[in-house]
Nanobody, 123 residues
Framework: QVQLQESGPGLVKPSQTLSLTCTVSGGSITTNYYYWSWIRQPPGKGLEWMGAIAYSGSTYYSPSLKSRTSISRDTSKNQFTLQLSSVTPEDTAVYYC???????????????WGQGTQVTVSS
C-alpha cells in the first residue's frame, strides 16, 4: 500500500519561498498512470488543489497559483517537491501530498493522501 509523508519547515517568513517534500513508499512515482498532487487547506477554509506532477514528469498547476508554484521530482529518491514563492500570511495552511488517478484531486476519497503538515507564514 502506498504511503506518503510530507516534510519541510513549519514556519516561513513573508516574501520567502515555501519548500515541501513528499516522500513516497510502497509505490513508484513513475508508475503509469498516477498523478502526484499538492493540496492545501487554510484555516477555516476548504481544500485547494495546487498542482500535480504526472508519472511521466509532466506538470499541471492551478491557474490561481501557477505564477508562484513549481512542482518537481527526484525519481532516485522517490520524492516530489513543492515550491511556492513570494508567500504571504494567506498561504498559511495545512499542506498535503497525494496520489490519484486523476490530475486534479479535491477530496480525501480520491486516492491516497499524506497526513499533512502545517505551514505558517509569519515574520
Amino acid at each position: 500500500q502506498v504511503q506518503l509523508q510530507e516534510s519541510g519547515p513549519g514556519l516561513v517568513k513573508p516574501s520567502q519561498t515555501l519548500s515541501l517534500t513528499c516522500t513516497v513508499s510502497g509505490g513508484s512515482i513513475t508508475t503509469n498512470y498516477y498523478y502526484w498532487s499538492w493540496i492545501r487547506q487554510p484555516p477555516g477554509k476548504g481544500l485547494e488543489w495546487m498542482g500535480a506532477i504526472a508519472y511521466s514528469g509532466s506538470t499541471y498547476y492551478s491557474p490561481s497559483l501557477k505564477s508562484r508554484t513549481s512542482i518537481s521530482r527526484d525519481t532516485s529518491k522517490n520524492q516530489f517537491t513543492l515550491q511556492l514563492s513570494s508567500v504571504t500570511p494567506e498561504d498559511t495552511a495545512v499542506y498535503y501530498c497525494a496520489r490519484a488517478g486523476t490530475i486534479v484531486i479535491v477530496t480525501p476519497s480520491q486516492g491516497s493522501w499524506g497526513q499533512g503538515t502545517q505551514v505558517t507564514v509569519s515574520s
